[in-house]
Each structure stands twice: as structure tokens, then as C-alpha cells.
């Protein structure tokens, strides 16, 4: 699974990377965070992962997305100049995934854990990610509502100017 999951996060960042059209872009960022989410669940930590899932694939990719649109920055694709070189360029990076992968499992490391067995974490619960949040983090907490404010009114403002 973690395999799985690992190929998923680089595939959708590589994707992004690679994409001339913004909004598929931001469509491959938002399977990379997927991917997280799912290293998250497999970590034992579910509570990551469903934030992971709520703030980043949904609220931060929908305002990317609703930016790229509102702003109409993204321009259409040109025909493909150079389709060999594309091929070849995909082929490449699906080889050197499958060595990636076949490398992974062939490890000593891997097998030393599949032979003596690995412990679970412990899993994070919504009491432990509170309290360490408002008793540890506040300062920072505090400070980041802060500056999520100053980009709301920051946005509006130029929102506001351009109407």
C-alpha cells in the first residue's frame, strides 16, 4: 500500500510539474495530495489524513482553482509540436519508476522488516491534535488566523479594484 501511495503522490506531482495547462495542473496537485492523505492513513493517523483531504483537496485546491479561472490566466494548449520527444520522455519516467520500485522491494531493509514485523504507532485522536495544538502551538496558530486574514482582505481589496 505504501508503494501504492508513494507512486500516486509523485505521479500527480510530477504531472503538476510538467502540465502547461494550469487547471490540469492543479488537478494533478490535487491526486498528490490524495497520495498524501493516504501515506498519512498509513501512518496511523487518520486525523492528518482527513485534514489533509478537507483543507488541502478541498478548500485550498477549489480557491487555486477558482483563482486560475477568475483571473483567466491559463491559455489553451497548443497542439502537441513534438510527440516522439513525448513519448520517449514518458517512457523514461515510467522505466525509471518501475527500477525505482523494483529497487524498493529488492531492499535487505524492507525484507528485515517484513521478517521481524514492524509496530503500529500510536494513533493520533482529535483530543491529542487539540491539546497540542491551543496549549503547545497557540502562538503559531494565532498567527497563522492572522495571516489567512490579511490575504482575505488582501484579495478583497484587489477583487474590489478591478470591479
Known sequence: MFITFALITLLGALGMLLQKNVVVAGLCMVAAFFGVAGLFVL??????????????????MVL???VIMMLNSHEEEAGAARPVQRWLSLALIAVLAFAAVK??????GLNALAVKGAEMPQAMTLQKV???LFADHLLGFEVAGLVLLAAMIGAVAL?????
Open 159 to 163: 477583487t474590489k479594484r478591478n470591479l
Open 64 to 66: 487555486v482553482l477558482f
Open 43 to 60: 501512518l496511523a493517523n487518520p486525523v492528518a489524513a482527513a485534514l489533509q483531504i478537507i483543507v488541502y483537496t478541498g478548500a485550498i
Open 130 to 132: 487539540g491539546t497540542t
Open 103 to 108: 529497487l524498493v522491494l529488492a531492499s535487505a
